[in-house]
């Protein structure tokens, strides 16, 4: 039975701050301090080692190794995001049974107050241990989730028009087409009453379904891989409601920058679109909207849900008033948030998906990722998909590259995914040769159209700001799109940061001392956004590109990063909105080459996956690697062959 929910309900004194008695939860630090393989990073020991010893002592718990190994792993899956983990096998098999040498390790475990205790920290369920403040939160936000499938649909904000008969059959732009193309920045807010988008391809049965359910439901659970039409089912949704009530106020949102861009210009740019932290105007660790300051919405579209942590949808829950439908679209099988609480993978569990209902649609149909990248990712999915006690077992780091083998020596030439597997003989800080060809020949042509872009700069600029030079302007306004358009070409995607192959290893071998000093980076460098600077208009993960103010000379051709010129950040279409690097220090940084995690939310034509020793971990983090590509993917694994 799910817990009842009790989102919306609570007063509070404060309505621009966090409950007096629920503290905030808090962050788990992943990205960027992950360890070299097969260690732990120093502050996750540290941690582990200080609630192994404190736990047991603070609820009179008799030490034993066994359980103490039951909490460590417990931290470790805290520190990966997850909010539960199965018990060690040695209490799983029944190896701490009672004897000569002390008592049952697993009875000692489920007699405990560390899990039998109202306040104890811990819940023991079957075979899995999970942490039970988390656990209660989650049942929260599952149930105001279930609470909006089942209840009444909301009414509209005013006498709607007589209900569109064929709404359901509502039609998008495109199927996942150009439409589905990243874009630079985040949209800015459109009108109040867009215009709905044009009518195009039909849609399947699924597709109808979903479109169906917007209307008559509270809430609607999209889910799907790439290329199964979620973007024109959701263009779709939004017809029928304009459809049905013009007047309806649509946002739409997503966890990142970068999703946020697309997902706008999936609709067309017809509504208003920002990121969740900003829609919810987060002000440090707090957001100011909340039940007593809610949302003015009746329709919320919120995109790659798969990313959304348990703090975020929890927030947004309660900013969220029950007069407003949301639709929630994802796919299940990409990687879980980086902070703890994966709610799009809770949501496959079998209570909250019966409790769902029609609420709940999967595309199925796949309309994009034809081909070999769609059969090794439905081959990844099966491990990706679930989560908790229902979950399959995946196979192992190694397990799972060797499961592959036989579908990637199958490949061809002339399939959309390729494989290379290079010999590893120790640590050395080198990319196979046609990984570095590629990788050259697209950095050059970045720094050819950069040049173009930034020769010109200033020129127009100044004729903007007198009202004349509007062909140039023009001209300058295509530079930069190609500019834009030639970085979302091609993504260099590691597992990790550090270690072999890791983002800062690729970045030193890519650009030298330079890595680190942004007045010294090549025109045409890729550069990603680390904070939201809303004040710039930019939030964590906007891509961007270096380019330069001065007219290119005869070393047009080079990359070198230690020539004499401004250097200029450019994030978004409009060719005056330059930054200087100055004005983000500390918070940009090379992306020439990204974690997969950061990745989440982006697309490019072309996408090379570099597979270090001991990876991947995660089935899903292959798996989102690969689907990131629209075209073709090159998939580079590692074979040891010598000793380090």
């Excluded at 039409?229 to 029928?240: Q, Y």
């Excluded at 861009?261 to 987060?282: I, N, V, Y």
């Excluded at 995607?493 to 330079?514: C, I, K, M, N, S």
């Amino acid at each position: 039975m799910i817990a009842q929910s009790n989102f919306n309900q609570d007063p509070s004194p404060d309505p621009t701050s966090p409950d007096s008695n629920q503290d905030p939860i808090p962050v788990t630090p992943l990205e960027g301090d992950d360890a070299l393989p097969g260690q732990d990073p120093p502050w996750l020991t540290a941690l582990q080692e200080s609630l192994v010893e404190a736990l047991p002592r603070l609820y009179g718990v008799a030490a034993d190794p066994l359980v103490s190994e039951a909490i460590g792993a417990l931290t470790r899956a805290l520190a990966a995001g997850e909010l539960e983990c199965p018990l060690p096998l040695s209490l799983q098999q029944g190896q701490g049974t009672a004897g000569a040498d002390g008592p049952d390790s697993l009875a000692l475990l489920q007699r405990s107050a560390l899990v039998q205790a109202n306040d104890s920290p811990l819940v023991l369920e079957g075979q899995r241990l999970s942490w039970r403040r988390w656990q209660q939160r989650l049942q929260q936000v599952l149930a105001a989730l279930v609470d909006r499938a089942q209840a009444p649909p909301p009414a509209w904000p005013a006498a709607a028009g007589e209900p569109v008969a064929k709404a359901a059959a509502a039609e998008p732009a495109a199927r996942d087409s150009a439409a589905d193309q990243p874009s630079a920045g985040e949209p800015a807010a459109t009108k109040a009453t867009p215009a709905a988008a044009p009518p195009a391809a039909p849609l399947d049965d699924q597709q109808r379904r979903a479109v169906a359910a917007v209307l008559a439901r509270g809430l609607v659970l999209l889910e799907g891989g790439p290329g199964t039409g979620k973007t024109s089912t959701v263009a779709a949704m939004i017809s029928a409601v304009q459809q049905h009530c013009p007047q309806a106020r649509i946002h739409l949102a997503a966890p990142t920058g970068k999703a946020a861009a697309r997902l706008g210009q999936a609709s067309g740019d017809r509504h208003p679109c920002s990121t969740l932290h900003r829609l919810l105007e987060q002000r440090g660790d707090r957001f100011l909207r909340n039940r007593h300051h809610p949302l003015r919405l009746d329709l919320l579209i919120v995109d790659e849900v798969s990313m959304v942590d348990l703090e975020l949808m929890a927030a947004l829950l309660e900013a969220l008033p029950t007069s407003c439908r949301l639709v929630l679209v994802g796919d299940p099988a990409q990687l879980p948030p980086v902070a703890p609480g994966a709610v799009l993978a809770a949501l496959q569990r079998p209570a909250p998906r019966a409790a769902l209902g029609e609420t709940a649609v999967r595309l199925e149909t796949t309309y994009r990722h034809a081909g070999a990248i769609a059969a090794v990712a439905a081959s990844l999915r099966q491990w990706g998909e679930a989560d908790g006690p229902e979950a399959p077992t995946a196979p192992g780091a190694e397990g799972l590259l060797q499961l592959l083998r036989p579908q990637l020596q199958r490949l061809g030439d002339d399939d959309n995914l390729q494989w290379l597997e290079v010999s590893w003989t120790g640590w050395a800080a080198s990319l196979p040769e046609p990984v570095r060809q590629r990788l050259q020949q697209h950095r050059l042509k970045l720094a050819e159209l950069a040049r173009a872009v930034g020769a010109d700069g200033a020129g127009t600029q100044g004729a903007k700001a007198q009202g004349t030079g509007t062909q140039r302007a023009k001209d300058q306004a295509a530079a930069v799109e190609a500019l834009l358009a030639q970085r979302d070409r091609l993504l260099l995607l590691t597992p990790q940061r550090r270690g072999p192959w890791g983002v800062e290893t690729l970045h030193r071998l890519l650009l030298g001392e330079a890595a680190a000093d942004p007045a010294r980076w090549p025109c045409g460098t890729p550069v990603i956004c680390l904070r939201n600077r809303d004040d710039l208009g930019l939030a964590n993960g906007d891509l961007g590109v270096v380019m330069g103010d001065s007219p290119a000379t005869g070393s047009e051709s080079s990359l070198d990063s230690n020539r004499e010129f401004q250097r200029w950040l450019i994030f978004g279409p409009d060719p005056s909105q330059r930054l200087h690097p100055a004005q983000l220090a500390g918070a940009v940084e090379p992306a020439l080459a990204l974690t997969v995690h950061k990745a989440q939310g982006s697309e490019a034509e072309e996408v090379i996956v570099l597979v270090p020793p001991g990876e991947p971990r995660d089935p899903r983090l292959l798996y989102t690697a690969l689907t990131r590509a629209r075209q073709r993917a090159l998939l580079v694994t590692s074979r040891v062959t010598g000793s380090a």
